[in-house]
Nanobody, 121 residues
Framework: QVQLVESGGGLVQAGGSLRLSCAAS????????MGWYRQAPAKERELVATITSGGSTNYADSVKGRFTISRDNAKNTVYLQMNSLKPEDTAVYYCNAEIYTAQAMAVIDYWGQGTQVTVSS
C-alpha cells in the first residue's frame, strides 16, 4: 500500500508565498518522476511542475520564474515553493509520483488527495 500525503495549502493574498509538501510512504522500492498538478473549478487538471529522480525539472509556462519544485529522495518527499502568487493560481493542487513497488513489480502512478490553494486579490 502506497500513500501520498500533501500539506501546505491555504489562503494567501496575491503576491504572497506558499510551500506545498508531499510525502510518499508505504512499500516503495523506488520513485521515478514526481510532480504537481492543479485543477481549478470547471477546468481540466493541468501540469504545474515535474522533477525526475535525477533532479531535472519541467514547468508550465504560467508558473516559470515563480514556482520551484524540489525533492528529497531520502524522505520520498517533493516540494513546491510558490512565490508571487496570483488569483489565477487558485486551484486544488495534486501531488503525483511514479512509484515502483515490489508487490506490483511495475511502475504505477499514484496521486495525493489534493490540497486547496486560494489566492485572494
Amino acid at each position: 500500500q502506497v500513500q501520498l500525503v500533501e500539506s501546505g495549502g491555504g489562503l494567501v493574498q496575491a503576491g504572497g508565498s506558499l510551500r506545498l509538501s508531499c510525502a510518499a510512504s508505504g512499500s516503495i522500492f523506488s520513485i521515478n518522476a514526481m510532480g504537481w498538478y492543479r485543477q481549478a473549478p470547471a477546468k481540466e487538471r493541468e501540469l504545474v511542475a515535474t522533477i525526475t529522480s535525477g533532479g531535472s525539472t519541467n514547468y508550465a509556462d504560467s508558473v516559470k520564474g515563480r514556482f520551484t519544485i524540489s525533492r528529497d529522495n531520502a524522505k520520498n518527499t517533493v516540494y513546491l515553493q510558490m512565490n508571487s502568487l496570483k488569483p489565477e493560481d487558485t486551484a486544488v493542487y495534486y501531488c503525483n509520483a511514479e512509484i515502483y513497488t515490489a508487490q506490483a513489480m511495475a511502475v504505477i502512478d499514484y496521486w495525493g488527495q489534493g490540497t486547496q490553494v486560494t489566492v485572494s486579490s
